[in-house]
């Protein structure tokens, strides 16, 4: 996922003290799916020119570069040369050059943010001077401000934990922790811990997480929902479940429900080592204790299902009813399915009123969007049948027309939805106006089902 600069604070930190930050420590990273055009011609031209060994040709691009461009389209681009997750890491070794071209322009305001993904990035590189350069100018230039001193370090530990930076993560731990020493601020000193336990998970270092919750404990600090998810995720993603499952015990003590967000965590984990028999059970619990399921839900359930996805490598022989697809499933295959199956995720996929009936399948996978077509068909038989039932005039499948997948304008989602509409000789056509969507008159659908 690649990112760009915007104005706000961890949603961690926002969550759990419910109060606006310091306007100095304000602007942070926030996700974004893609490169603005006008970046992608930019870097296209860059990866000729490092080929070529031309780094003047380099500088004299990015600064033309910087001086068209709007703040956005500026910061967009140089956000993709400082993401773990760039698309163009040969590129990476620019990201110096860009930002000293961007404090250059009118628009420019200094970030801690920024600088500290900069510090980061150039630390994984080897560039320690630089790095050191700037950690130094930043810490000279918010002086004795605790907060906002606080925050950076914060910012740094999160920037090394996301470049899986050991060494300048705990280099910045330690000068954090120094700073804490000192403090009688209780709202830093949890930003602080809450900073540090989140990146020792990042890094698949749970057991050292966890050691510092012990150490917030001892402090007279309660560790909150995010310590406690953090260990939740990384406990599980390393497949060590025994220590998930006690997270989660010793985050219900502390009297934080499971939600779905958690409980997503956990699916997604058995999902990624096939413990099928496992995601039953905990499909169960969030339906005995009343947790409610999500479209997320359904993507990691049916993700993790290898029959499911097996079927789905052949679109034109997939079953086209949930009856014919039970009848194909065994084992934990089939009790996934028949857990998911009625919940409420349709429900809220669906709008339905007089002058239409919209399915949103918009952040569906391939096998939940299978999954939740399915149980469409059956819903809209049952509606039409309803006494008194409103018809709407209209009947919309939004499916996407695949902006944001692997590849770009070919939507696997609309390829199975188009191949089940064809199959099911469903008289619902692609919408002219909107290429990601499948339409249809009302009483045409209800004609074609009844």
């Known amino acids: 996922m690649i990112v760009s600069l915007q104005l706000s604070l961890p949603l961690s930190w926002r969550y759990r003290h419910q109060q606006p930050p310091p306007p100095q420590v304000a602007p942070i990273l926030t996700t974004l799916c893609f490169l603005s055009k006008q970046g992608k011609r930019l ?3 860059l990866a000729t020119t490092s080929a070529a060994g031309d780094s003047s040709a380099a ?3 990015i600064r033309k570069f910087v001086q068209s461009s709007s703040k956005f389209v500026a910061l967009n681009a140089l956000s993709h040369l400082l993401s773990p997750d760039s698309t163009h890491p040969h590129l990476s070794p620019l990201a110096h050059l860009f930002y000293m071209a961007i404090t250059e322009a009118s628009w420019f305001s200094w970030n801690p943010k920024l600088v500290a993904e900069l510090i980061a990035l150039l630390d994984k590189q080897g560039q320690l001077d630089k790095s050191q350069i700037l950690v130094s100018e930043t810490v000279s230039k918010l002086g004795f401000r605790e907060r906002v001193l606080a925050q950076f370090y914060c910012y740094l530990i999160d920037s090394h934990s996301k470049h899986k930076s050991k060494q300048g993560f705990f280099d910045s731990c330690t000068r954090l922790k120094q700073l804490l020493s000192n403090s009688y601020s209780v709202f830093v000193k949890l930003r602080a811990y809450e900073s540090m336990v989140g990146g020792l998970c990042v890094m698949d270092l749970p057991r050292e997480a966890e050691g510092l919750v012990g150490e917030m404990r001892d402090l007279g600090l309660k560790p909150g929902v995010f310590e406690f998810r953090s260990l939740v995720h990384a406990y599980g993603r390393l497949g060590l479940f025994e220590d998930m499952k006690r997270s989660v015990v010793q985050m219900e003590s502390e009297g934080f429900g499971i939600d779905t967000v958690c409980s997503n965590m956990v699916l997604s984990s058995f999902g990624a080592y096939t413990e099928l028999s496992e995601m039953v059970s905990w499909l169960r619990r969030m339906k ?3 947790v409610p399921f999500s479209a997320r839900t359904y993507n990691s359930v ?3 299902s290898p029959t499911i996805m097996s079927m789905l490598q052949e679109p034109k022989r997939v079953p086209l009813s ?3 697809l039970t009848e194909n499933l065994h084992g934990d295959d089939a009790l996934l399915v028949h857990e998911l199956i009625g919940s409420s995720v349709l429900e809220e996929a669906m709008e339905w009123d007089s002058l239409e009936s919209k399915l949103d399948m918009h ?3 391939l096998g939940c969007a299978y999954l939740i077509m399915l149980q469409w068909k059956e ?4 509606r039409f049948h309803m006494k008194d039932s409103v018809i709407p005039a209209e009947i919309t499948v939004v499916c996407g027309s695949g902006k944001h997948s692997t590849v770009r304008g070919e939507s696997p989602v609309k390829s199975l939805v188009k191949e089940m509409m064809l199959r099911m000789k469903c008289p619902m056509r692609i ?4 290429v990601g969507c499948f339409v249809g008159k009302g009483r045409v659908v209800k004609e074609w089902l009844c």
């Open 43 to 45: 870097l296209s031209s």
């Open 59 to 61: 500088n004299r691009l």
């Open 288 to 290: 005995n204790s009343s």
């Open 302 to 304: 049916l993700n993790s």
């Open 322 to 324: 949930v009856a014919e």
């Open 363 to 365: 952040g569906m996978h």
């Open 379 to 382: 819903e809209l038989h049952s």
């Open 431 to 434: 919408d002219r106006k909107n």
